[in-house]
């Protein structure tokens, strides 16, 4: 049987998924848009080159995450913990990061403008 939390290549823009636990779970290049992942756990989550542009990730748990890639253009991700993801080549320009916990994340070739 299939694990629920392999859902790489998602094409599922405007999904609620608001305190979901997707921990550990695969979501290379998912397409993600628009997404509710409020409060979501998503702790050591696989987002290498995911589509989160617009996603709400308020206060998502981001812990150990593979954000290789991954555009978060616009995404808000206040309060959100990314201690020790890997945001290598990520976009991140104009993403709300009030309050976001960066502490010994891989913030490398990261694009904020």
């Known amino acids: 049987m ?3 939390k392999d859902l790489d290549k998602v094409h599922s823009g405007n999904l609620d998924l608001k305190r ?3 921990s550990r779970a ?3 290049g998912a397409k993600l848009e628009g997404a509710n992942l409020e409060g979501a756990d998503l ?6 080159g995911a589509k989160l542009e617009g996603a709400n990730l308020e206060g998502a748990n981001l812990e150990g995450a593979h954000l290789i ?4 253009h616009r995404a808000n991700l206040i309060s959100a ?3 020790g993801a890997n945001l290598y080549e ?5 993403a709300k990061l009030r309050d976001v916990n ?5 913030l490398r070739d990261a694009n904020f403008d």
């Open 69 to 72: 890639r991954a555009f978060l």
């Open 102 to 106: 960066l502490r010994d994340a891989n």
């Open 2 to 4: 299939a694990n629920p």
């Open 26 to 28: 695969n979501l290379i």
């Open 20 to 22: 979901t636990d997707l």
């Open 81 to 83: 913990n990314l201690e």
């Open 43 to 48: 702790k050591y989550a696989n987002l290498i």
């Open 90 to 94: 990520a976009n991140l320009y104009f």
